[in-house]
Structures are given as structure tokens and as C-alpha cells.
């Protein structure tokens, strides 16, 4: 996926600029644009504003946050589109990337890594999880799961996990991000009447489960196989899934 636009605080960087993001210490969101408007835009500026708060100690202008996204896109309707928060000496410096939209919906397959991301509750760049997903990607799978060493799962290195059972939805009670689209289909599912809770999972329960799927920014998928192990896809419960995520409304930027 090639980069369209980089901005940072709303003009284009220098090279010393963009070096001094390379080992930068900061921390991002990232949503998909359709038609200038994305889904939970609420919770992103909160995460952004509530991450800036804990990691440098200050504060974030909501609206400063739109205006430089709005700037980025330009003239563009449909995008990837990140925001960066990098510590800087004096306020917090913002970095905006606008690439062309994506969307994952083909069943995924996971390979299980012992790896959990530290303070794994931030979004933040401090962490190793692109190794394991290359190294996932390598030995032909689409992405790595990260657990802990007694296998207790927690999130993939790009997503969070859902699992189905008689119940409803199982998230792992584990040390995780609640993503958006986590947090957004934890609404619509209740609003349709399908129950989601926390819950301990350990890879060796996995096959015990109706099935599990991915949900990250890119949408919603199956999950189709974790390490040698295959999973079903429950149609009838993807669909609702689907369905669900499809029902939030897009919020204008």
C-alpha cells in the first residue's frame, strides 16, 4: 500500500523531521475514511487525548486533532489514515499519514507467540509485535497471536480476538488495547441482543470454542486456523458480526 501524504502539525516534513520520528517515542490511532467521515471518531480523539495525558503528562485539543486530519486528506474521500503523537520538547508534535483505504474480510490464520505487548492498554510505538507478525507472515500465516508463556491469549499483533461460544462473544480477560472497532461492536452487539464478556482463553482451549474472529480498524474476519489447528467459520455468527459493525453510523471528520 503505497503512502500517499505525511504531514506533521499540517506541512509537509523536513528529513531531520522525519528521522526524529523514526525512533520517536510516541503513540497513534488509526481509522479507515469513507467520504471524509470514519467510524467512532469519539473514541479515537479519546484514546489520542487520554494516551498523551498518561505517556507526556499534557493535553490534546480535539479539534486542533480534525482540523490537522482534514488537512492531510486534502482532496482525498476514501483513506488509511494514522495519528501520530510524538513527545517533542515543547507540545506534543502530530504526524498525520494518509494511504489508500484497506479492509480485510478473507478468514484469517494466527500463529501462537509467547508475547504480550507492554503496557498493553496504549497504543503506543514502545513494543516488538511487527517482529511477530513478520515472522507469522513468513511461515505462511496472516498474523501472530500474541500469549503469555502459560498460553492465556490476548490480542493478535493487529487486531482484537473474539471467540463465540453458547453464550455469545468471549474477549480475553487478558492485558490488551480495547481497540475501536472492539469497542463499537461491544454496543452493537448488545443493542442486538448478543451478549460479550471477558473471559480467560488459553490456546489449548481454542478448538473447544463455536469458532473466533478478528476486529480491528480494516473491519471484521473469520478466523480459520491457529497454528496447526483449524477452526470453523460460523456463518450465521459472522454475519451478525458483520452486520453489527456495518450498523455504526460514520461520523464526519
Do not use: C
Not at 469513507?34 to 507526556?56: K, Q, V
Not at 461491544?186 to 481454542?206: H, K, Y
Not at 474476519?221 to 458483520?242: F, H, N, Q, W, Y
Amino acid at each position: 500500500m503505497s503512502l500517499l501524504r505525511i504531514e506533521i502539525d499540517g506541512r509537509h516534513p523536513s528529513t531531520e523531521e522525519l528521522w526524529s520520528t523514526a525512533s520517536g517515542y510516541g503513540h497513534f490511532t488509526a481509522m479507515q475514511v469513507r467520504r471524509r467521515r470514519t467510524r467512532g471518531l469519539a473514541l479515537h480523539l479519546r484514546r489520542l487525548t487520554a494516551t498523551t495525558r498518561e505517556m507526556f503528562g499534557a493535553e490534546l485539543d480535539d479539534a486542533r486533532v480534525r482540523e490537522l486530519i482534514r488537512h492531510a486528506l486534502e482532496d482525498v474521500e476514501d483513506a488509511s489514515v494514522r495519528v501520530y503523537v510524538f513527545e517533542s520538547d515543547e507540545e506534543p508534535a502530530i504526524m498525520v499519514t494518509v494511504k489508500p483505504p484497506g479492509a480485510v474480510t478473507t478468514p484469517q490464520r494466527l500463529q501462537a507467540v509467547r508475547y504480550q505487548r507492554p503496557d498493553a492498554h496504549l497504543k503506543h510505538l514502545a513494543t516488538e509485535q511487527g517482529f511477530y507478525s513478520r515472522l507469522a507472515r513468513r511461515n505462511g500465516f496472516d498474523d501472530a497471536l500474541l500469549t503469555a508463556p502459560d498460553g492465556s491469549v490476548a490480542e493478535s499483533a493487529t487486531a482484537n480476538i473474539g471467540f463465540f461460544d453458547e453464550s455469545g462473544v468471549i474477549w480475553p480477560d487478558a492485558p490488551l488495547l480495547r481497540g475501536i472497532t472492539m469497542q463499537l461492536l461491544e454496543v452493537q452487539l448488545s443493542e442486538l441482543g448478543m451478549t460479550s464478556r471477558r473471559a480467560p482463553v488459553r490456546v489449548q482451549e481454542i478448538a473447544s470454542f463455536d469458532g473466533a474472529f478478528l476486529s480491528n480498524a480494516r473491519g471484521v474476519a473469520g478466523v480459520s486456523r491457529v497454528d496447526a489447528e483449524p477452526l470453523g467459520i460460523d456463518v450465521e455468527r459472522m454475519t451478525k458480526i458483520t452486520d453489527a459493525y456495518a450498523s455504526v453510523p460514520w461520523d464526519a471528520i
